[in-house]
């Protein structure tokens, strides 16, 4: 960690109450305009962890994750694990799941409402024990989320589900294969499915399943495990159910939308980074950040991200499905673009209630107009520091990465979205020179 440098002219211990590593950060305060340099180690993904705790029920035994995020999101996983009598333990990134006893199979409310992939449990549970019981999941407020594509697709694989006010129950005597066809590539109705499906009775074939790199890794998890899955990465996924699943150790792929995030600052900022990862860097994954007219070089596992000049306007970007432009960047982007050279439109076909971040940004000076799903954001010169709010957490990163862009003092409410995502966010940003702080209010 940094030492503390005076931030706004106040020394470490202000009574904001600036918080101790473990602590819930709530506010971020930064003061922005420089060019940032060094290096971050890249977090593991968090929506290929995530799937994973929630299979590692489907075995008995002692499973453990390496190169786990240490998030809020992976946090609240570990306590409905631990609701549902497991034991858990998080050493450094190495998560310990020990699945011997499962003594319950509903979770409650609040539990659930923490995280959305608490849903993923569904699946999970309905094939370990045949029975689960769970709230409608939370998560950001990013739109109405709703989980059709998992009770219509569960329904045809033989469970009955009873929903009574916001409790859903499943129950199955008998868990089967079926042919589902998904309306749309639902990144959690697939995995849930593929959940249902490894230890269900006969083949279950999926159409339409979500391809994010996050999905593969997930069933090359499942595989490992002694699933038999079949066609992860493309639209039609195949699974022959098996009667046991073993535990293992395994190591999570490098988390892509955090590494868009680390190399769209610098892109906004200007400097020099270096991003250290697990894989060498896909085709797909530098394209997104190439477009902002930074300098990218990829050396063995390590990708360098050099910015000198002003960032560069893109025509039109739409997000889409994998391997289209992730939804999760979006607001990243549009934060980027605010000091382009010129006008950007970006069409957000994902999420209804994505554009929270764009009044925040209008108030640090950016030129924004909204129009249904499409903003036009014509680039000015010169943003400046002022009080925000983050709504959900990618926009929170992306109002950091906006504070960070702009001139002056910027402090950063409702910070805490952030934490559920991003492993030591303020921590790898003062390493590379940021001036900035987390604190609790
Ligand atoms: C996952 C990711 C999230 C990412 C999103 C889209 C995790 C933990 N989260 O979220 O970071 O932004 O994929 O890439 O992996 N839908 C329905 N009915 C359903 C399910 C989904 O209508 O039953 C709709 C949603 O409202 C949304 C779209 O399908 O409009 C995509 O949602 P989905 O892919 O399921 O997102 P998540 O799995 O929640």
Same mark, same amino acid.
């Given at each position: 960690?940094?030492p503390?440098?005076?931030?706004?002219?106040?020394?470490?211990g202000?009574?904001?109450?600036?918080?101790?590593?473990?602590?819930?950060?709530t506010v971020?305060?930064?003061?922005?305009?420089?060019?940032?340099?060094?290096?971050?180690?890249?977090?593991?993904?968090?929506?290929?962890?995530?799937?994973?705790?929630?299979?590692?029920?489907?075995?008995?035994?002692?499973?453990?994750?390496?190169?786990?995020?240490?998030?809020d999101?992976v946090?609240?996983?570990?306590?409905?694990?631990r609701?549902?009598?497991?034991?858990?333990?998080?050493?450094?990134?190495?998560?310990?799941?020990?699945?011997?006893?499962?003594?319950?199979?509903?979770?409650?409310?609040?539990?659930?409402?923490?995280?959305?992939?608490?849903?993923?449990?569904m699946?999970?549970?309905?094939?370990?024990?045949?029975?689960?019981?769970l709230?409608?999941?939370?998560?950001?407020?990013?739109?109405?989320?709703?989980?059709?594509?998992?009770?219509?697709?569960?329904?045809?694989?033989?469970i009955d589900?009873?929903?009574?006010?916001?409790?859903?129950?499943?129950k199955?005597?008998?868990?089967?294969?079926?042919?589902?066809?998904?309306?749309?590539?639902?990144?959690?109705? !697939? +995995? $849930?499915? &593929?959940?249902?499906?490894?230890?269900?009775?006969g083949?279950?074939?999926? @159409? #339409? %399943? /979500?391809?994010?790199?996050?999905?593969?890794?997930?069933?090359?998890?499942?595989?490992?495990?002694g699933?038999?899955?079949?066609?992860?990465g493309?639209?039609?996924?195949?699974?022959?159910?098996?009667?046991?699943?073993?535990?293992?150790?395994?190591?999570?792929?490098?988390?892509?939308?955090?590494?868009?995030t680390?190399?769209?600052?610098?892109?906004?900022?200007?400097?020099?980074?270096v991003?250290?990862?697990?894989?060498?860097? !896909? +085709? $797909?994954? &530098?394209?997104i950040?190439?477009?902002?007219?930074?300098?990218?070089?990829v @050396? #063995? %596992? /390590?990708?360098?991200?050099?910015?000198?000049?002003?960032?560069?306007?893109?025509?039109?970007?739409?997000?889409?499905?994998?391997?289209?432009?992730?939804?999760?960047?979006?607001?990243?982007?549009?934060?980027?673009?605010?000091?382009?050279d010129?006008?950007?439109i970006?069409?957000?076909?994902?999420?209804e209630?994505?554009?929270h971040?764009?009044?925040?940004?209008?108030?640090?000076?950016?030129n924004?107009?909204?129009?249904?799903?499409?903003?036009?954001?014509y680039?000015?010169?010169?943003l400046?520091?002022?009080n925000?709010?983050?709504?959900?957490?990618?926009?929170?990163?992306?109002?950091?990465?906006a504070?960070l862009?702009a001139?002056?003092?910027?402090k950063?409410?409702?910070?805490?979205?952030?934490?559920?995502?991003?492993?030591?966010?303020?921590?790898?940003?003062?390493?590379i020179g940021?001036?900035?702080?987390?604190?609790?209010?």
């Amino acid at each position: 960690m940094n030492p503390g440098y005076a931030l706004f002219g106040l020394p470490n211990g202000n009574g904001m109450g600036f918080v101790e590593r473990g602590v819930r950060v709530t506010v971020i305060e930064m003061e922005g305009g420089c060019p940032l340099h060094g290096e971050i180690v890249l977090q593991g993904s968090k929506n290929a962890v995530l799937p994973m705790i929630a299979a590692s029920i489907l075995c008995t035994g002692v499973t453990v994750i390496h190169n786990c995020p240490v998030i809020d999101d992976v946090k609240c996983m570990m306590k409905l694990l631990r609701k549902l009598g497991c034991r858990t333990e998080l050493t450094g990134h190495t998560l310990s799941i020990d699945t011997t006893d499962i003594i319950q199979e509903t979770l409650e409310e609040n539990a659930v409402k923490e995280v959305r992939a608490s849903v993923l449990f569904m699946g999970s549970l309905l094939g370990r024990t045949g029975s689960a019981g769970l709230c409608f999941p939370g998560g950001c407020s990013i739109g109405k989320r709703p989980i059709n594509y998992h009770l219509d697709a569960f329904e045809k694989m033989g469970i009955d589900i009873n929903i009574m006010d916001e409790q859903i129950n499943c129950k199955t005597a008998k868990l089967c294969g079926a042919k589902i066809t998904l309306d749309f590539p639902s990144v959690g109705a !697939t +995995e $849930n499915i &593929i959940l249902a499906a490894v230890l269900a009775k006969g083949v279950t074939q999926i @159409k #339409n %399943t /979500a391809r994010e790199p996050e999905i593969v890794d997930f069933c090359r998890f499942l595989r490992n495990m002694g699933a038999r899955i079949y066609g992860a990465g493309t639209k039609n996924i195949v699974i022959y159910g098996v009667k046991k699943l073993h535990p293992i150790e395994y190591t999570v792929c490098d988390d892509r939308i955090a590494m868009a995030t680390y190399g769209l600052l610098i892109a906004g900022t200007g400097g020099n980074l270096v991003l250290h990862t697990k894989e060498r860097q !896909t +085709e $797909n994954d &530098i394209r997104i950040l190439a477009c902002t007219g930074c300098r990218l070089c990829v @050396k #063995n %596992t /390590a990708l360098i991200i050099k910015q000198k000049k002003r960032v560069r306007p893109v025509d039109f970007i739409k997000t889409s499905p994998y391997p289209g432009f992730p939804t999760d960047v979006q607001s990243l982007l549009m934060t980027v673009l605010t000091k382009a050279d010129g006008k950007s439109i970006l069409e957000e076909n994902i999420f209804e209630n994505r554009y929270h971040t764009v009044s925040e940004l209008i108030k640090l000076g950016a030129n924004i107009k909204v129009k249904g799903n499409r903003v036009t954001i014509y680039g000015v010169g010169e943003l400046r520091g002022k009080n925000i709010r983050a709504n959900d957490l990618r926009g929170g990163a992306a109002l950091v990465i906006a504070g960070l862009m702009a001139e002056g003092q910027t402090k950063l409410e409702h910070a805490k979205y952030i934490a559920r995502g991003y492993e030591d966010m303020t921590d790898k940003l003062q390493n590379i020179g940021a001036k900035i702080k987390s604190g609790s209010e």
